[in-house]
């Protein structure tokens, strides 16, 4: 009896130590990718601070709380030392003082820790009317994020896929929801999670008083590509957030050189090419200013201007290298994403094995290079000058 004992807790030890070898891995991975970084503790906006400060009142009263334990317990236990005792101690049963105290004062520390959340909540759940809103559409996976108030001259409202853009130094009201399972919206830096849920559209304020990128992540697993969808939040100043906004306004999609490789590429966007079986582009993806207006998938219309690719899952430069692998075979570099393949092959859509159509490498390339054109005038590039805020080898996050 006694092995089997040893033997089941060396088996137990070995086990225990899985976590944190994947824990490790996860760790040696993460610093390879240079990833930007989270942070909760993000002092930059209101709602943080906010949080920041009743997390103060909280942690100070648990600190007295748990002081005030130890004491009692430590005390007790010193004084009714069985060997200073024969007989047992005096029972407290029937202490009618004692009782009232063990009930009211949990009763006090409670209705005090209610205060503090409920005077938080109170201060960060109402969502001016001037608030800056900005409607968030989670799916599976990635993100739209539309300007409702915003109408496009070209028809619609200004929207655009995994980049979210926002003014600094005031309340933006988001509201979030989702088209087909739970997903959470995370942005740290500028405030609290949101869960966003199918047919329920919630609405709270974000904020930061820093001009800056930031990172933001899916945060309920909600799917094979959770981890891979990502968004960025660009924060600009106000001046420069209205300038921008105008200009996507104004925007329409350029219309290419009749013979160009980017008129081929608008061509198959609009049309796909039914000979072989290509879906059109334009039934998932809306362009501003182009007959394209599809909703299954992100916003294209400033595609150009952006910088990451499959919902942030690849940044800068990896994301310009991987545009053509993903037009080509979009579920094979995105583990689940529902866009179809066109060299072809195979792949499986909510558990249903598909086959996509077939574009050639001179067909892909049109398209991106017709993608590649969707850009903002050159002053309205939000990118430009603005600090990526928690990018490894940059100070590290905050
Ligand atoms: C059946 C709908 C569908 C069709 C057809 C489709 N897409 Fe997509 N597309 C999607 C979905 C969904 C995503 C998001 C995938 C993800 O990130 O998980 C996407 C993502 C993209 C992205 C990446 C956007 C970003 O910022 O991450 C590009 C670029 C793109 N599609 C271009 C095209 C082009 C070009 C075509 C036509 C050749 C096309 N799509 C056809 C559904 C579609
Ligand atoms: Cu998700």
Not at 371 to 392: C, F, H, N, Q, T
């Amino acid at each position: 009896m006694n092995t089997t004992h040893r033997h089941s807790g060396t088996r137990r030890s070995r086990w225990a130590l899985a976590p944190l070898a994947v824990l490790a891995t996860a760790l040696l991975t993460g610093c390879q990718q240079a990833q930007q970084g989270l942070s909760i503790g993000d002092m930059s906006s209101a709602f943080n601070r906010e949080i920041a400060w009743m997390s103060i009142w909280a942690v100070a009263l648990s600190i007295i709380i748990f002081l005030g334990v130890s004491f009692a317990l430590f005390y007790t236990v010193q004084k009714f030392r069985e060997d200073k005792h024969d007989a047992p101690p005096a029972q407290f049963h029937g202490n009618n003082k004692l009782e009232v105290w063990l009930v009211a004062v949990p009763v006090v520390i409670v209705i005090f820790l209610s205060v503090l959340t409920v005077r938080s909540m109170a201060i960060l759940n109402p969502t001016p009317d001037q608030a800056t809103k900005i409607d968030v559409l989670a799916k599976q996976f990635w993100w739209n994020f539309e300007y409702p108030t915003i109408k496009a001259d070209a028809g619609g409202n200004v929207a655009n896929g995994n980049e979210m853009l926002m003014p600094t130094k005031q309340p933006v009201a988001l509201t979030v929801t989702s088209g087909d399972v739970i997903h959470g919206f995370w942005a740290p830096n500028i405030g609290g999670q949101r869960a966003a849920m199918p047919a329920v559209k919630k609405t709270w304020q974000v904020d930061t008083d820093r001009a800056g990128v930031y990172q933001g992540n899916c945060s309920q697993l909600c799917g094979a590509s959770h981890a891979n969808m990502r968004y960025k939040v660009v924060a600009l100043e106000q001046a420069r957030y209205d300038a921008t906004l105008a200009a996507m306004k104004a925007y329409r999609a350029p219309e290419p050189a009749a013979g160009s490789p980017e008129a081929l590429g608008y061509q198959l966007f609009m049309q796909g090419k039914p000979e072989t079986k290509a879906a059109s582009c334009a039934g998932c993806h809306r362009i501003q200013g182009t007959p394209a207006a599809g909703v299954v998938g992100p916003d294209l219309s400033f595609f150009g201007t952006r910088r990451t690719l499959g919902a942030g899952m690849w940044e800068g430069e990896k994301a310009r290298e991987m545009l053509i692998p993903w037009l080509k075979h979009a579920p094979h570099v995105k583990p689940g994403a529902l866009m179809p393949t066109y060299d072809g092959s195979e792949y499986r859509a909510n558990g249903k094995l598909q086959k996509g159509g077939v574009l050639t490498d001179e067909e892909i390339n049109a398209l991106a290079a017709y993608l590649r054109s969707l850009k903002l005038p050159e002053e309205a590039d939000y990118w430009r000058d603005v600090p990526v805020i928690g990018a490894s080898g940059n100070g590290g996050t905050q």
